[in-house]
């Protein structure tokens, strides 16, 4: 294992592999990527930095790690900025925001929303529905009368000024279809290992940009958009969420986990069953993230510009991932 640490080093290196956020520029550090002891945390896209700072803090004030990776992405969920997540993303066709979610513990406990509306943090509610119900996924109308009933924040339905300008061009020049492509994601996953070696994980989005009503992604499918498992590891996923249910991605690479392969491996295999189950994949972009329980890392995604976010005793920093194409 310490002779592919190194030639894993020395590549990354290399290829300039480690990317710096000029924002966030004083919590960047250039380290390697592929090996680490707990605490770790995870996130997927340049959003991961600011939720990885947020899960720190709330990882040290309470050593909770499924605390960690909730509140670390509710800082994606808020972020007004962001047309991806949270009750300020992109509308579906219909003009009409509808937000997924999930956590899960490493001991097989997980909560799910779907197709819910107006509620500004669905990872909490889909913890709210892990720890207050005998469910693993509510959706819809359900979902958000269950949000009301455990007093959670309820936002008017409108749209951002951002993303209310987005839905009128796309009106005029998509023709009611929705765009796909390499750039575009939707999703933050955060998948995180105390220094007990406990894992958790959470992903939160607002879905495919312009999709048909109804529509839901990977995010709220456990095993497809994430999957944590306290003997192995844990990965989630971030793309386009069909190209990734259709292999149940994140459950296949803790499975390869548990198999011997290494997080990069896996992640890598993933990338590879896609590609063979999927048409088109010049415009699919998918990415997987992985850990494993002694803090290996892995990262792949189908085409360049998948990057996340990692933060251990040593900072918090930007990488790019490897790509197959």
Request: net charge negative; glycine share 10%; proline share 4%.
């Given at each position: 294992?310490?002779?592919?640490?190194?030639?894993?080093k020395?590549?990354l290196?290399?290829?300039?592999?480690?990317l710096?956020?000029s924002?966030?520029?004083?919590?960047?550090?250039f380290?390697?990527?592929?090996?680490?002891?707990?605490p770790l945390?995870l996130?997927?896209?340049?959003?991961?930095?600011?939720?990885?700072e947020?899960?720190w803090?709330?990882?040290?004030?309470?050593?909770?790690?499924?605390?960690?990776?909730?509140?670390?992405v509710?800082?994606?969920?808020?972020?007004?900025?962001n047309l991806t997540?949270g009750?300020q993303?992109?509308?579906?066709?219909?003009g009409?925001?509808?937000?997924?979610?999930?956590i899960?513990?490493?001991?097989g406990?997980?909560?799910?929303?779907?197709?819910?509306?107006q509620?500004?943090?669905p990872?909490?509610?889909a913890?709210?529905?892990?720890?207050?119900?005998?469910?693993?996924?509510?959706?819809?109308?359900?979902?958000?009368?269950?949000?009301?009933?455990?007093g959670?924040?309820?936002?008017p339905e409108?749209?951002?000024?951002?993303?209310?300008?987005?839905?009128?061009?796309?009106?005029?020049?998509?023709?009611?279809?929705?765009?796909?492509?390499?750039?575009?994601?939707d999703?933050?996953?955060?998948?995180?290992?105390?220094?007990n070696?406990?894992?958790?994980g959470?992903?939160?989005?607002?879905g495919?940009?312009?999709?048909?009503?109804?529509?839901?992604?990977?995010?709220?499918?456990?095993?497809?958009?994430?999957f944590?498992?306290?003997?192995?590891?844990?990965?989630?996923?971030?793309g386009?969420g069909?190209?990734?249910?259709?292999?149940?991605?994140?459950f296949?690479?803790v499975?390869l986990?548990?198999?011997?392969?290494?997080?990069?491996?896996?992640c890598?295999?993933?990338?590879?069953r896609?590609?063979?189950k999927?048409?088109?994949?010049?415009?699919i972009?998918a990415g997987?993230?992985?850990?494993?329980?002694?803090?290996?890392?892995?990262?792949?995604s189908?085409?360049?510009?998948?990057?996340?976010?990692?933060?251990?005793?040593?900072?918090?920093?930007?990488?790019?991932?490897?790509?197959?194409?």
């Amino acid at each position: 294992m310490s002779s592919r640490r190194k030639f894993l080093k020395t590549s990354l290196l290399s290829s300039g592999a480690l990317l710096p956020l000029s924002l966030y520029a004083d919590n960047i550090n250039f380290v390697n990527p592929y090996s680490s002891q707990g605490p770790l945390l995870l996130s997927t896209w340049n959003h991961g930095i600011p939720a990885n700072e947020k899960a720190w803090e709330v990882l040290g004030k309470t050593g909770s790690i499924v605390d960690a990776v909730e509140q670390g992405v509710m800082v994606t969920e808020s972020d007004l900025s962001n047309l991806t997540v949270g009750l300020q993303g992109l509308p579906d066709r219909e003009g009409i925001v509808t937000l997924d979610a999930a956590i899960m513990k490493g001991n097989g406990a997980c909560g799910t929303v779907s197709f819910v509306r107006q509620v500004k943090h669905p990872i909490t509610l889909a913890r709210k529905i892990m720890e207050e119900t005998p469910h693993v996924m509510l959706s819809g109308e359900g979902a958000r009368q269950f949000a009301i009933e455990q007093g959670l924040e309820i936002l008017p339905e409108r749209l951002s000024p951002e993303a209310e300008k987005a839905y009128k061009e796309w009106k005029l020049e998509s023709e009611y279809k929705p765009i796909i492509n390499i750039e575009n994601h939707d999703t933050i996953g955060m998948v995180g290992l105390d220094k007990n070696g406990n894992l958790a994980g959470s992903c939160t989005t607002s879905g495919l940009a312009f999709k048909m009503h109804g529509r839901v992604g990977d995010s709220p499918i456990i095993g497809a958009g994430l999957f944590i498992d306290d003997e192995v590891g844990a990965a989630t996923a971030t793309g386009l969420g069909e190209s990734i249910i259709r292999i149940c991605g994140s459950f296949l690479i803790v499975e390869l986990m548990r198999q011997g392969w290494e997080p990069q491996k896996a992640c890598e295999e993933a990338v590879k069953r896609l590609i063979a189950k999927n048409k088109d994949i010049n415009n699919i972009q998918a990415g997987f993230l992985a850990i494993n329980k002694e803090g290996e890392v892995g990262a792949y995604s189908v085409h360049p510009g998948f990057n996340y976010a990692k933060h251990d005793k040593k900072g918090n920093f930007l990488i790019d991932s490897k790509s197959k194409f």
